[in-house]
């Protein structure tokens, strides 16, 4: 029998969130997100994605980014080029983020800034791209024999080219809490003193390990995915990047949002199916709620990990059900972006910040057929409704957790 | 910046030929190589089977974490954990390459797929330890045993009394071979205590400054792992005196790092 951690004794200095930002399937900036997230329209299409299988694409829906393809990267940073990377130049032209990391830079200077971005797979869709065009010895060809690309850190390493930043840079990869970690380690680094600010943010993008992988393990749909829903059979797999800039709130003028809290556990139990109790779960949202000094009374909305998958989706649906009362609007708006992996972390909590600033809280798209193992908590129906706190939940491979919670000024 | 102290409470080591840290030890005073050492390192962490069929790269992961929490004489379910990793398993990495760019993408093994993720050897150690304390999985490139041994001592100034680091990387397989210099597996790991508790003590403060040489013993036996920056901090343990290192730690910066006496 496992320990149980206890909860963080104190609560945490917030944290202002200045800026933020999300490309996924939706379009690019928080204006494109809060409109289609309004609008009920989802970003999901049928793959069309490679590598083929005995001639066809794999049969299932993808969140795909219109136009990566389009968009190289500037001369003076064509050495990083490959899809995740031109994602995440993308995802950081939109919403102020690129002026206010460099203003950052100017005000704390360029060591006093963290870069955390977070990953399943970085740039491994390159290194496919690369086995699939090997010499006739069997090489990488010699232009795609960069060693920079071909591993885990491109993802940091082109960030840090891109921004000039010279603060830790660290890529976090634990799989599909990638990036809702960031803001953890993040908050570490502010509050330990080691810098004055922190970009953090996420890139994930489609390639055909997670297609094939996760389709190997039985948790692809055929279909648009359906979170909570009765009939669900399995993810929507997308690719999406975003940023967010961190602060100390003593530092800045009035913020969007703050993070007020966070927690992180493990569920100690498989590798790649959650813990039958949603125990892992429950303290992460727990330690959250702890470390922000937030009652669980006093969050208005919480967007689920919520992928689809038959497993995941009773057991978070317990975890939440345990932890908060009926009123909570609890969502997944996997069905608009897709499962975006080590980015789910930056774009879900760039909805649940614009929920928080908008007060538009969405529902589940794609889902109309209640699972009775679900609580009153999981809503399908998007509502309008100002709220002070908003959550967001980020579950990944070895049972790996991070739940979030941001806050409106006190 | 004001620097980050901690204590070291237990330490682990494998890297083929020296598979202890005790080895490593006499190998670095005394020149002394153990005989009859395993090719590969068996994780007493998981079950057997378990142990013959993970990937290197968390067996080594997992075997040095053991005698690190071992040595400091700590239960492995009391400690959130740093897994710091270059490359992760280039072995998987050209698996799944290979696979996919085969005439059967969809054969791909669900086993290796999920031990594809970066952060596997950490799931597997939060599995087989029951370990509900949070655990990370990271990489800085050239400089990820320095980013892994900060956000460790981070996690102490911040808040938990002690804390796992475990950095580990294996060697690279097929085509992949051609781009990244990574041979031999090797690990290393440090239960980080913010109490003394008879450990040598760590402080840690990023500056400017010129990485510190690898020329120790232990560096020069296991010259082409990716995990060879952490060599100088280990190489340093192995001997009573007190060190004063410094490792590259991304951007031009350095992670500039003092140990104590034993």
Avoid at chain 2, 15 to 34: I, T
Avoid at chain 2, 37 to 55: G, H, K, M
Avoid at chain 2, 209 to 225: F, V
Wanted: aromatic content about 6%; charged content about 15%; overall charge negative.
């Amino acid at each position: 029998m496992s320990e149980i951690p206890t909860a963080p004794a104190s609560v945490m200095a917030p944290l202002a969130v200045t800026h933020y930002t999300a490309t996924s399937a939706l379009g690019r900036g928080r204006a494109a997100h809060l409109e289609a997230l309004r609008a009920g329209r989802s970003g999901l299409r049928p793959n069309d994605l490679g590598p083929f299988d005995q001639g066809a694409p794999l049969p299932t829906w993808i969140g795909r980014v219109a136009g990566v393809e389009d968009a190289p990267l500037p001369a003076e940073l064509a050495e990083w080029e490959c899809r995740n990377n031109r994602l995440a130049w993308l995802a950081l032209q939109h919403d102020g983020l690129l002026e206010a990391v460099q203003a950052a830079r100017a005000r704390h200077g360029a060591s006093r800034v963290a870069i955390v971005m977070g990953t399943s797979t970085a740039s491994i869709g390159e290194t496919e791209d690369a086995y699939a065009q090997l010499n006739e010895d069997g090489q990488l060809p010699s232009h795609m024999r960069r060693a920079k690309i071909h591993t885990p850190h491109s993802l940091g390493n082109f960030v840090q080219a891109a921004t000039g930043l010279q603060g830790p840079c660290i890529t976090v990869a634990t799989a599909c809490s990638s990036s809702a970690k960031v803001f953890a380690q993040a908050a570490r680094l502010i509050e330990a003193g080691i810098v004055d600010a922190a970009l953090v943010g996420g890139v994930d993008t489609l390639c055909g390990s997670v297609l094939y992988g996760f389709n190997a393990l039985g948790l692809v749909s055929k279909q648009p995915c359906m979170p909570f829903d009765a009939r669900r059979d399995g993810l929507s797999l997308g690719e999406a990047g975003g940023f967010a800039l961190l602060e100390r709130a003593e530092d800045t003028d009035a913020a969007a949002a703050y993070l007020l809290g966070y927690g992180e556990s493990s569920d100690a139990h498989h590798m790649s199916a959650p813990h039958p109790e949603g125990l892992g779960a429950q303290l992460a949202m727990r330690d959250a709620l702890a470390r922000a000094g937030v009652d669980a009374g006093d969050v208005g909305y919480l967007n689920l990990h919520g992928t689809s998958t038959p497993a995941n989706d009773s057991v978070e649906a317990k975890a939440v059900h345990a932890l908060f009362p009926d009123q909570l609007h609890a969502s997944s708006t996997k069905g608009w972006t897709g499962h975006t992996l080590g980015a789910a972390g930056i774009v879900e909590s760039t909805i649940a910040m614009l929920a928080l600033e908008h007060g538009f809280l969405p529902g589940t798209l794609n889902s109309d057929v209640p699972d009775p193992a679900c609580g009153a908590q999981i809503r399908f129906a998007s509502q309008e409704q100002p709220i002070r706190h908003a959550m967001n939940n980020s579950f990944g491979f070895g049972g790996n957790n991070c739940s979030l919670l941001f806050g409106r000024r006190a | 910046m004001s620097g980050l102290v901690a204590y070291i409470a237990g330490i682990g080591y494998w890297s083929k030929g020296l598979p202890s840290w005790a080895d490593a030890v006499a190998y670095a005073r005394e020149g002394v190589l153990p005989e009859n050492a395993p090719a590969r390192p068996s994780p007493q962490l998981l079950a057997p089977n378990e142990r013959r069929r993970a990937p290197e790269s968390v067996a080594v992961a997992l075997e040095v974490a053991l005698a690190a929490c071992q040595a400091a004489d700590r239960d492995p379910a009391t400690l959130p954990s740093v897994f710091a990793s270059t490359h992760g398993d280039l072995g998987i990495t050209d698996y799944m390459s290979q696979t996919l760019a085969g005439e059967d993408p969809a054969s791909i093994s669900p086993t290796r797929f999920h031990n594809s993720v970066h952060n596997a050897a950490a799931g597997y150690w939060t599995i087989g330890a029951g370990c509900m304390h949070p655990a990370t999985a990271l990489s800085a490139y050239d400089a990820t045993f320095a980013q892994g041994l900060l956000e460790a001592m981070v996690q102490i100034a911040t808040g938990d009394p002690a804390v796992l680091l475990v950095a580990y990387d294996t060697a690279a397989a097929g085509p992949l071979m051609s781009i990244h210099q990574a041979t031999g597996t090797l690990g290393g790991a440090l239960v980080l205590t913010k109490e003394a508790t008879g450990g040598r003590r760590i402080a840690v403060r990023l500056d400017e400054g010129a990485a510190t040489p690898s020329r120790g013993p232990l560096s020069l036996h296991e010259p082409g792992n990716a995990m060879h920056p952490m060599m100088p901090v280990f190489d340093a343990l192995a001997h009573d005196a007190a060190a004063s290192l410094c490792l590259e730690a991304g951007a031009g910066r350095a992670l500039l790092i003092d140990i104590g006496p034993a």
